[in-house]
């Protein structure tokens, strides 16, 4: 909780990310204040195993509730604009799960819509709230790095080569670049002094017509570079590598992450840093969107999801690759 008032919190959706959600809160004594989902039944079964006491019989009913101050969305990207609209109209503050939205132009009028409401909107992108990253910066800020040269992002993921499932269903936003590559281009943002303003690329499409394998180079206009290589369809080491001219970071088991080495250029020494715990990140965003929502420290960075959302519009528009909802 934060300062003295204790936000009701809302879930759109039941599935993994809500159930982490719900167990982030029960572990601060705290729970969910109710559940909206598509299907009546699942949100039932989710309040009674988190023993939430208000489940909506229409989804719509969540946005209209006086009682929600703040609504996690969960749901497939595709489905966030809609919501987001409700919700945002509604005077809700909103932590949505990546992808934020499908496109830039989408995200920008939930921006609009947001400051219209005065609340607060944001992308729940576990990086932007881990310690280790914040831990991380402190170092690189301090210069005893040098200067960035090089970033390298690994993402691939082993889903079975079934079109009918999500990852590769192009009515559900499927594909590597809104599953995953957000996780990768929200690393590089993070690290980066500005956004990359040169971007080229290569792509696998899926029998669907979606992403499943991406090769992604990009550099900004301090000549920062970064490589990221995405696949749904092998499995690839959750590391990230930032090269200064002094010294790389590596850091494992990204985007969440409690654990990294910075190792010494001139001499190979190495330094452990450990900061956070994996296994609390839904407890990071809780605070960090509290904090928000109070107005206390806006920590939420809309700004680098702004960033990332552009990268990404851009790529599948040079692939010419759009979903039902854009076409």
């Known amino acids: 909780m934060t300062g003295t008032k204790q936000y009701n919190w809302a879930t759109l959706g039941t599935g993994v990310i809500a159930n982490e959600l719900a167990q982030a809160l029960q572990a601060q004594g705290r729970k969910l204040y109710s559940v909206a989902n598509r299907t009546y039944e699942k949100g039932v079964a989710f309040a009674e195993k ?150 080229a690329s290569q792509v696998k499409l899926a029998p669907t017509g979606v992403d499943e394998q991406v090769g992604i180079l990009l550099t900004n206009e301090q000549g920062q570079m970064a490589t990221i290589t995405l696949s749904l369809h092998a499995k690839q080491p959750k590391r990230g590598t930032i090269a200064y001219d002094k010294g790389y970071i590596e850091l494992y088991d990204y985007p969440r992450g409690q654990k990294a080495v910075i190792t010494y250029t001139e001499d190979g020494h190495q330094e452990v840093v450990e900061a956070g715990d994996t296994l609390q990140a839904l407890a990071y965003e809780v605070a960090d969107m509290e904090k928000a929502v109070a107005g206390i420290e806006n920590t939420m960075h809309l700004d680098y999801t702004q960033d990332v959302m552009v990268i990404m519009t851009q790529l599948r528009r040079e692939w010419g690759m759009t979903y039902p909802e854009e076409e």
């Open 50 to 199: 988190y023993r939430i006491e208000k489940v909506y019989d229409k989804i719509d009913e969540v946005f209209e509730d006086p009682a929600v101050d703040i609504i996690y969305i969960s749901t497939p990207h595709n489905t966030h604009i809609n919501f987001l609209r409700k919700a945002l109209a509604h005077g809700k503050h909103v932590l949505c799960e990546k992808s934020i939205t499908l496109n830039s132009e989408e995200l920008e009028e939930a921006i609009h819509l947001a400051e219209d409401n005065h609340v607060v909107l944001a992308e729940a992108m576990t990086i932007f709230h881990m310690p280790i990253y914040r831990q991380l910066s402190e170092i690189v800020n301090s210069g005893k790095l040098g200067e960035l040269k090089l970033i390298q992002m690994n993402f691939g993921s082993y889903k079975d080569y079934d079109m009918t499932n999500r990852f590769f269903s192009r009515d559900l936003a499927g594909g590597a670049l809104l599953d995953i590559g957000v996780y990768a281009l929200s690393f590089v943002r993070w690290f980066m002094a500005s956004s990359p303003n040169q971007i």
